[in-house]
């Protein structure tokens, strides 16, 4: 009997096509009830193959495929020890690509079966593995007679493989391109040596006898030494940075008291309704052995000394709030523990800590001292060939240049996964002007066979992983570009797993808020206390999340957010979290239904039963209802409830819907309830893939949300300045620029005494930073910056005499009116000429004012400057240039209501745009435009995305014509046509030229 020992999947990086389910389900076809995948120097998707394995009844087998420039082995883990092994053996290979054989086998090689397959690493191994360990691997592409001899000088046993790289022979082109996009190469160029034979396909046993005819020994071996492999693979045991019940015992002790403590500083009284929440908690924290986890995340918490906010399911625990871990007080708002530890949950929940972006950095460099850097590493991101990653790399291997490969990546837009890729460019509008010849259609092709092969590893934005002892102990451990250690696996493995992962992370809002109350310290003397910030009962707060201006508040300042909150006309934080949550894919059909009850249409729940739908007008808007819905109508239990919600809402597991979907169903029956009520409820359920949140983490949201929003209302030039400054937000700089215009506020441009780095808020007016100047150099700007610290320059010869820069430089802050607030006296041409003299001649004993007394710049060169300067114009709109063209043919965004159903024209700037699909799964797009007095959102329906999307890529300015509808007191233009501005501007000009 035959099973496969060498296989390799899509995470094997740039060598094979083939999906891990592909492979098992291939596998289980053929009746192999037992394989081993072997992906190249790494365990790179383990937890994914155990978990499928797992759903097809095969067993699986770790092992991998080590490669290094000296030799080519398989391991297979014959236990927990040899599993271990191979964790080390990956990351010293990983660490060192010159590693030698006996530096890398001599004392790790307990429980670990090795495959070899070449002469000399086969003799030299021999020397410290012994022959139970050992074997002679005849793989695909190797003579028989061969193998043997290997197997015959060292007295070992042959084991066949297949050497598998793909399910089919056809499939070898895509590897061949893999290969050459690995080796950055082209397809022509590509040596024999750099890739495999289209023999190495995925045999049945029938066909490894056919390939093999003479070892059916071999063949059988494969069956005997799986056998011998461990398959009965368990991670559910959480690993904490201390294991022992001396540890367990004080931590238990030392959370309670801390949690106590803490509560008598969030609460006046800690009444009896506290008290039994907080030892209901600490009953199942304790009893699960998750004490040590909290204080973990209460040290980095209390040692970051910075604006922090909890989110994820661990905002449901008042054990967090009381640690200050979290900031939302779950009593208050009603939200349940068990969505973040119930008494079934066997795994580490997540607690999500989010710190100012600038800062986190800082509190990584902490957890790494404190734990010691074999302990602890950073959860991997895993990156996988996209649609536009594949074109242009499979392009580049066919000998496209980058302008040919741009030209196709730069319309695939919003398509990023059509299932037939040449089909879909084929018929889409935007491509009618790209020449497809048979060459191009040919590597779109292509490009589409290798999607979905991973690329490489980077850095998760905030996982932390700490273990007790050595962290490659429990899975290869690798160094990023940036210096950090990262695991093999991503989050979604690492949770599997039972590794103890922290997300710490960097949040650029919590940035906006800490600078805003650093401005106004500075400039204003007032006084806030980031915790004490109370937006909920702020008048002025209300009002603003009402009508829906909260453009950089944190989570709802997106256009449908936006429209949502105005339409609503309710803004409390209870409705806050709603919004947050209800604002997802799938769940737009939900939104017109939950719109209609909050105005007073009569409602009823879809079942007396469902109490828990209440808070949400009937609807399910929270990950934790889907939980509760499943257990009260399907019977599932905690365990299974929680899983459902995973499944729905992780891409990697769509495969098992079906079969959950069959469950809540029979459950349901079995239940007694209808069979109508289990298909709506099922109806509410996927709405939640793709993406979803527990309701605690929206609270958590929505806390900084308010907290936001409470700052703009009432400090709006300070707010803004800093929302800038840290580069957060939804919008470009330009976009909270006008903002801040329609604020009241004053825009200064930069002044070289004057201006800091980042932008400057203060009363009414916000001062532009150096780092809006484009193309200046932050070592200028260093230089300066350090310069003024002794005093402030009086005049260009004062600043020239002090700060040597280049002209580049020079130019560049003159063009930006930098010099303006020193020589008040000079118009800008003169200060240009003698910026000129002072840097070409670098004479600077005397004065060498050139007067120039022909006037200053005209507006229209002014505004063209500023747009280099800036990347758009400070002293008037984009649009004030093309004022005489639009004059009396558009109408105002400010006045939209005055057109309802009418077919309009309007001049507009684009700010941001969203593609999404129709139920038909056809493109669409939401688009923002602004002119001078409002901004206002436009739907492009795909007839007309189809025509008019791709303008979107290559201008800025337009005039949309269209059809202006409104819904809930919020008006919208449904996009007719779309024009771009600077072509009619053209047009007219060489019409005026021809007159």
């Known amino acids: 009997m035959f099973c496969h020992l060498n296989t390799h999947s899509n995470f094997s990086a740039m060598m094979s096509t083939i999906t891990i389910r592909d492979l098992l389900l291939r596998a289980k076809e053929y009746g192999q009830k037992a394989i081993a995948l072997t992906e190249v120097n790494s365990l790179r998707s383990f937890i994914h193959f155990i978990q499928k394995a797992r759903d097809l009844n095969i067993l699986p087998i770790a092992g991998t495929n080590i490669i290094t420039d000296h030799f080519d082995l398989i391991l297979l883990a014959e236990n927990q020890k040899g599993y271990e092994n191979i964790c080390h053996i990956i990351s010293d290979v990983k660490a060192n690509k010159a590693i030698t054989l006996q530096q890398l086998f001599e004392k790790q090689t307990a429980g670990v079966f090795i495959l070899s397959h070449q002469v000399k690493v086969t003799k030299e191994l021999r020397k410290f593995i012994p022959s139970s360990h050992l074997f002679v691997e005849l793989r695909c592409g190797m003579s028989e007679n061969d193998a043997r001899f290997i197997a015959r000088e060292n007295g070992l046993e042959v084991v066949a493989t297949g050497d598998v790289y793909f399910i089919h022979p056809q499939e070898h082109k895509a590897h061949k391109i893999l290969r050459a996009i690995e080796k950055n190469t082209t397809l022509s160029a590509l040596t024999a040596k750099s890739f495999k034979s289209p023999k190495n396909y995925f045999r049945n046993e029938e066909e490894m006898i056919e390939l093999f005819p003479n070892s059916l020994d071999a063949i059988n071996n494969t069956y005997y030494l799986a056998e011998r492999c461990k398959t009965d693979w368990n991670f559910v045991d959480t690993i904490f940075p201390n294991l022992n019940l001396r540890h367990n015992h004080k931590a238990n002790k030392d959370l309670r008291k801390l949690v106590y403590q803490g509560a008598r500083l969030r609460y006046d009284t ?62 208050q708002y009603n939200l349940v523990f068990e969505r973040f530890i119930h008494p079934e949950r066997v795994d580490m929940p997540d607690i999500d800590i989010d710190f100012p972006w600038d800062e986190r950095d800082n509190v990584l460099d902490y957890v790494f001292r404190k734990y010691g850097t074999s302990r602890t590493a950073m959860v991997a991101s895993q990156v996988f060939l996209q649609p536009r990653s594949a074109i242009r790399e499979t392009g580049k291997v066919f000998g496209l240049s980058n302008e040919e490969i741009k030209a196709v990546t730069k319309r695939i837009g919003f398509m990023s996964r059509p299932k037939e890729l040449v089909k879909w460019v084929k018929s889409n509008n935007r491509f009618k002007n790209l020449n497809l010849d048979e060459d191009l259609l040919e590597i779109i092709r292509q490009s589409d066979n290798i999607r979905g092969v991973f690329r490489y590893p980077s850095v998760h934005p905030g996982g932390v992983i700490i273990v007790p002892d050595d962290m490659r102990n429990y899975v290869p451990v690798e160094k990023a570009p940036k210096g950090v250690n990262i695991i093999e696996w991503e989050k979604d493995q690492t949770e599997d797993s039972g590794l103890l992962k922290i997300d710490l992370l960097g949040n650029r809002s919590l940035a906006v808020v800490r600078d805003t109350i650093k401005m106004l310290k500075l400039y204003r003397n007032i006084h806030l206390d980031y915790y004490a910030i109370r937006g909920t009962d702020d008048e002025k707060t209300r009002q603003l999340m009402e009508t829906g201006q909260t453009m950089g508040v944190f989570y709802i300042e997106s256009p449908a957010t936006r429209q949502l909150l105005t339409k609503a006309g309710v ?279 050139i007067p120039e007394r022909e006037g200053d710049l005209p507006l229209a060169e002014l505004l063209k400057m500023e747009n280099e300067a800036f990347g758009f114009p400070v002293t008037r709109h984009p649009l004030y240039l093309y004022s005489d063209i639009l004059q009396g043919r558009t109408r105002k965004a400010i006045n939209l209501a005055k057109y309802k159903n009418r077919v309009i024209n309007l001049a507009g700037v684009k700010i941001t745009r969203k593609v999404t699909s129709t139920k038909k799964h056809q493109p669409m797009e939401f688009v923002t435009f602004e002119d001078e007095t409002d901004i206002y959102e436009c739907v492009m329906f795909p007839e007309i995305y189809k025509e008019f999307g791709d303008l979107l890529n290559w201008e800025q300015l337009f005039v949309v014509r269209g059809k202006v509808e409104e819904a809930w007191g919020v008006y919208t233009v449904t996009v007719e046509r779309l024009y771009s501005l600077s072509k009619i501007a053209r047009e007219q000009l060489k019409t005026i030229a021809a007159k």
Request: glycine letters at 6%.
């Open 571 to 849: 803004a409390d934080f209870e409705h806050v979290v709603i919004y947050s949550s209800i604002i997802r894919p799938a769940a737009n059909r939900f939104i017109n239904l939950m719109l209609e009850r909050i105005h007073g249409k009569p409602w009823n729940l879809i079942h007396p039963d469902l109490k828990c739908l209440e808070e949400s007008y009937g609807i399910m808007v929270y990950e934790e209802q889907v939980s509760m819905v499943a257990r009260q109508v399907a019977g599932f239990s905690y365990k299974e409830s929680d899983y459902l919600r995973k499944v729905i809402s992780r891409p990697n597991l769509q495969e098992v819907k079906p079969q959950w979907k069959n469950n809540f169903f029979r459950g349901a029956e079995k239940r007694g309830y209808p069979r109508q009520l289990a298909t709506d409820l099922w109806s509410m359920i996927e709405s939640f893939s793709g993406y979803s949140f527990c309701k605690p983490h929206s609270a958590s949201f929505a806390r900084l949300s308010f907290t936001c929003a409470y700052l703009k209302a009432n400090y709006p030039a300070e707010f803004l300045a800093a929302v800038i400054s840290n580069q957060g937000g939804f919008y470009s700089a330009f976009a909270y620029v006008s903002e801040g215009r329609r604020f009241g506020i004053t825009i200064l441009k930069p002044d070289i005494n004057l201006s800091e780095v980042l932008y400057k808020g203060r009363k009414d007016k916000i001062r532009m930073g150096f780092m809006a100047i484009q193309r200046l150099k932050h070592t200028t700007v260093d230089l300066i910056i350090k310069e003024r610290k002794n005093r402030f320059f009086t005049s260009l010869m004062d600043f020239f005499q002090r700060v040597e820069i280049d002209f580049s430089d020079a130019m560049i802050l003159t063009d930006s009116g930098c010099f303006y607030g020193i020589e008040p006296g000079m118009s800008h041409k003169e200060i240009a000429y003698n910026v000129a003299i002072h840097c070409l001649t670098r004479d600077h004993n005397e004065p060498k004012y």
């Open 270 to 331: 800690i009444t009896p309704e506290i008290e039994d929440r907080i030892e209901y908690e600490l009953s199942i924290i304790t009893q699960k052995g998750f004490s040590p986890y909290f204080l973990v995340v209460y040290d980095i918490v209390k040692n970051s000394q910075s604006a922090t906010i909890g989110r994820g399911s661990g905002a449901a625990s008042i054990v967090s709030y009381c640690l200050f871990i979290t900031q939302v007080d779950p009593i």
